[in-house]
């Protein structure tokens, strides 16, 4: 119901959006858990012993606050979803 409740023309539109949704958490995680890995990846091999250790403290912390990010959109789209 809450697909036309305002205009029937766009259903389609709504039905993409709740695709989208989920497809952009996941997109968004992904691209930060890559971008870390990356960037430990190549520092290693410039330097091996001494920059990458913050680059894993700060890949940590970085991990953190998106796992924060992502679970707080997801939980406003389920109850976006549940209204």
């Known amino acids: 119901y809450r697909f ?8 389609p539109s ?3 959006e709740d695709v989208t949704k989920p497809l ?4 968004r995680i992904f691209g930060n ?3 870390d890995e990356l960037t430990v990846s190549v520092l290693t091999s410039l330097v091996p ?4 250790v913050p680059i894993m403290l700060l890949g940590i912390f970085a991990g953190s606050v998106q796992a ?4 707080t959109l997801a939980a406003a789209y389920i109850a976006e979803a549940l209204e």
């Open 4 to 11: 036309v409740e305002t205009i029937p023309l766009l259903v």
């Open 14 to 16: 709504n039905i993409l």
């Open 24 to 27: 952009s958490l996941s997109f």
């Open 33 to 35: 858990v890559l971008e």
């Open 49 to 52: 012993l001494v920059i990458p």
């Open 68 to 71: 924060l990010i992502v679970s």
